[in-house]
């Protein structure tokens, strides 16, 4: 309990201090050992990883334009879809969110992401 605190309290001063986080793999998977997750999530919380790194870019903007059409043709989503106005506006990352849940209401496969294994296969080989 004591060490989680210190964790925290670390966390909280690298907030509050504006300075990024640490990127270091050992501190990652130190920091992810105390709080009991994953390396990748503590990646993610420090901003290391995002959304679109995920995402395989090949043929983002044509499986994205194909879930727009999707959305639309929806009668369950149709009046949320963006209009092609504001679909141009939109920054790449909320394409994505906004398509990640729409896969997620549907059971669609829209978008084409990478497969992430819980454990990196150099650590399963013992």
Avoid at 2 to 18: D, G, M, T
Wanted: hydrophobic content about 45%; some cysteine; overall charge neutral.
């Amino acid at each position: 309990m004591k060490k989680q605190q210190e964790i925290v309290s670390v966390l909280r001063r690298f907030a509050a201090e504006k300075r990024p986080f640490p990127s270091g793999r050992e501190t990652r998977k130190r920091v992810a050992s105390v709080l009991g997750v994953t390396g990748l999530q503590v990646a993610i919380w420090c901003e290391l990883l995002g959304l679109d790194d995920f995402i395989v870019t090949q043929n983002f903007e044509s499986n994205a334009l194909a879930a727009l059409q999707a959305m639309r043709a929806d009668p369950v989503v149709a009046h949320i879809a963006p209009s092609d106005d504001a679909w141009e506006q939109m920054p790449q990352h909320a394409k994505i969110a906004l398509i990640l849940m729409y896969q997620a209401l549907t059971n669609k496969r829209l978008l084409e992401v990478s497969k992430v294994p819980a454990q990196p296969e150099e650590d399963n080989a013992e």
